[in-house]
C-alpha cells in the first residue's frame, strides 16, 4: 500500500529568500530513501503510510529548530495496492493525450 503526499513546508520568518532552508529539508528527504519527484513549488513522495509521514515530521523539526514559524502544505493519495504512482500517473495521462508532456 503506497501513499503519494506532495508536500511543501518553508519558514515564514527568514525573509523572502529561503531556499537555504528548503535545501536542508531537500537534503535530508534525499538520503532517506524514500522516492521522490522534485518540483518548483513542492516534492512528491512515495512509499508507505508511516515511512512518508515519518519523514515529513522529521523535515518539519529540522525547520522548527532554526524558525519560530513553519509553513507547510500536503496533498496526499492513499491507494491500497499501488505502487510506482510517481511514473504511472504521468503515464496514464501522457497515454490519454497521446504523447509525451514536458516535465
Do not use: F, N
Not at 53 to 59: A, Q, T, Y
Amino acid at each position: 500500500m503506497a501513499l503519494l503526499a506532495e508536500v511543501s513546508m518553508w519558514p515564514m520568518d527568514k525573509g523572502a529568500s529561503v531556499g537555504e532552508y528548503v535545501a536542508k529539508v531537500l537534503d535530508v528527504i534525499d538520503r532517506s530513501g524514500v522516492k521522490y519527484r522534485l518540483g518548483p513549488l513542492g516534492t512528491c513522495l512515495e512509499g508507505d503510510y508511516d515511512e512518508v509521514m515519518g519523514l515529513i515530521r522529521k523535515c518539519m523539526r529540522i525547520l522548527q529548530k532554526q524558525s519560530d514559524r513553519v509553513a507547510c502544505t500536503i496533498k496526499m493519495d492513499w491507494r491500497k495496492g499501488r505502487r510506482g504512482g510517481l511514473e504511472s500517473k504521468i503515464e496514464s495521462v501522457e497515454r490519454r493525450v497521446g504523447r509525451k508532456l514536458r516535465k
